[in-house]
Every structure is written in C-alpha cells, then in structure tokens.
C-alpha cells in the first residue's frame, strides 16, 4: 500500500485546511485509515481514523476536525478547522488491518508527512 498525503501549508489562527491521503496498491488489504501527527520535540500523536462508515477522534480534536473518504478516489481526507497554533505539526496519513486505529505503532503503512503551521 502506497499514501500519499499532500494539503498541508501555512495558515493564521482560526483559519481550515483540508488534508488529502491518496491511496494505491493492495488498499484491500486494509481496515483503517488514520491520520497522526507530530510536532518539534514531542511523540506522534492520534489524530483521527476512519474504518468503513465510522469514524474515530482524538478527544481533545472533536469539533473541530473530521475524517472523511472518497472511496472512488480511494482518498481519505481531513478537514481542519479553527486551527490553532498548537495543531502546528507535520500530519502523516497511515493504514493499517485490525482493530487498532489510534495506535500508531500497529500501522504498516505511512504516507510522507504533510506540514501545517498555524500563525498566531
């Protein structure tokens, strides 16, 4: 399974952004898509993930963002609103079979990272 993630950029406090992670190879073989990220210095960390129709988020990202897909397009995407300068992080899209979606080190597959930076 091969990911590519791509809509990151530089955006001011309140501003929206959506992350795309196309996806190409084996996508059968999979069960989640998730989103993650990490910022300068600090772990990475679950964002979002979606399996078939539902949908699962970081407590603290409810509201504000959301984890769709396109499964024509084999696209997964993630809105981002209200954006805030702590979301500053670099995304990465994953992929992964079986039943742990926020555990980033039971994901096989990863895209290249996107950047958002959020301006205060």
């Known amino acids: 399974v091969q990911l590519q993630a791509s809509g990151g950029g530089l955006v001011q406090t309140g501003g929206s952004l959506r992350l795309s992670c196309a996806a190409s190879?084996?996508?059968?073989?999979?069960?989640?898509m998730g989103w993650f990220r990490q910022a300068p210095g600090k772990g990475r960390e679950f964002v979002a993930a979606?399996?078939?129709?539902?949908?699962f988020y970081a407590d603290s990202l409810k509201g504000r963002f959301t984890i769709s897909r396109d499964n024509a397009k084999v696209t997964v995407y993630l809105q981002m609103n209200s954006l805030k300068p702590e979301d500053t992080a670099v995304y990465y899209c994953?992929?992964?079979?079986?039943?742990?979606?926020?555990?980033?080190?039971?994901?096989?597959?990863w895209g290249q990272g996107t950047q958002v930076t959020v301006s205060s």
């Open positions: 979606i399996r078939g129709a539902s949908t």
């Open positions: 994953a992929a992964n079979k079986g039943v742990y979606y926020s555990d980033y080190t039971k994901y096989g597959y």
């Open positions: 190879g084996r996508t059968f073989s999979t069960d989640n």
